[in-house]
């Protein structure tokens, strides 16, 4: 099954804690501090896989963990670091944070790598916490956590040519005429609910990627029908053919309606070069209207072809055409990507007092992100952690705020007792 959008949750590794040890060897009777750092954790890194076609794998499988990094030792020896997790993904996956909305990365190029998430650094062994006046630390660090994020991934197919029209123009059997692809074709609109891609060799040396892009219908940028999926792949093509149906009531107003559905999705497909090609010449109707369609288009000064995808009349000719149209089109542009906005790094000393019930919850990701590094069980610690509250002013922010002996406080997901 052809899947050209998914949702997955990616969460990278914690960081291994520090170590608290001290150097125990025969004749040393004072050894020093000896705690080894902790490893990083692993990165989350979306990889394109060329051999992978749509994002159907992430059906089933929608978290990704990376491991964590594991803890120092004695003797300096620092943790080992975690391996990073590599999530392949097909060529065209443009990935979005599903949250902001913010375009993350467009990856189009066999092997284009794109980190989501880095992992948290492991946390610093006691011997970083030794001084003249305390050469004995019993404080280590935990290890930093690692990000998380929701991502939107969104498949847009990688075709130079692309073929489009309304439902039951004959699309589909003109991409088998032209290439070894063998979509389902039937006589009934929608009969192809996903794209299909083909190869056609234009001569001994030179060959396109062709896809046929499912019918489109009035109101298809605004979602109807399957709109938004269909008309998201026509962005990467190149060139596009634009195929009319020579039964339809108006060949014309089908042209005219195809073309303004899609310059509202994304005005750029408006300007792609397109070959306009009126099909089914077998039908005896057709090759009686085709005087007057012709002298209609002209008059809009629309070039336009007669052929017959089932007969093969004129489908060389018009592959021939594109192919030229291709080589004079300048190579694609990457996907614009959304104005960077700009965002201040986060002040390490602001933070934000708010109500919580019976208690208070501090909002900072800075101090949060200090909470979790620190080892609760290590006196040492807990005093390190006591001075930084003091030193950023939040003791006194929570006494002005009205907090009492007794009262809770939040940080993260600790929860912590007030004490003047």
Known sequence: MFIDTAEIEVRSGKGGDGMVHFRREKYVPRGGPDGGDGGRGGDVILEVRPGLSTLAAFRHTTR????????????????????????????????YDAET?????DLTEAGQQLVVC??????RGN???KSSVNQTPRTAERGEPGEQKRLRLELKLIADIGIVGVPN???STLLAALTNARPKIAAYPFTTLEPNLGVADVDEETSVVLADIPGLIEGASQGAGLGFQFLRHVQRTRVLIHLLDGLSPDPLADYAQINAEMALFDPALARKPQIVAVN???????????????????KQKVDVRLISALARTGVRDLLLDA?????ETPPPQPLPEQMPVYRPEEDPRHFEIVREGEGWRI???????????TPWDQPGAVRRFQKLMERLGVDEALRQAGAQEGDSVFIGEYELEYQE
Not at 71 to 94: D, F, K, M
């Open 64 to 95: 990704y963990i990376a491991e964590d990094g594991k803890g120092g030792g004695s003797q300096n020896r620092t943790g080992r670091s975690a391996e990073p997790l590599v999530i392949p993904v097909p060529p065209g996956t443009v990935v």
């Open 101 to 105: 909305g913010d375009l993350l990365g």
């Open 118 to 123: 880095r992992g948290g650094r492991g946390g």
């Open 127 to 129: 011997t970083h916490f």
């Open 169 to 171: 123009a004959g699309k």
């Open 280 to 298: 089914k010449a077998d039908q005896p109707e057709v090759q009686e209207r085709w005087k007057d369609l012709k002298a209609r288009f002209k």
């Open 323 to 327: 192919a030229r149209l291709l080589a």
């Open 363 to 373: 909002r900072s990701k800075a101090i949060e992100r200090a909470a979790a590094m």
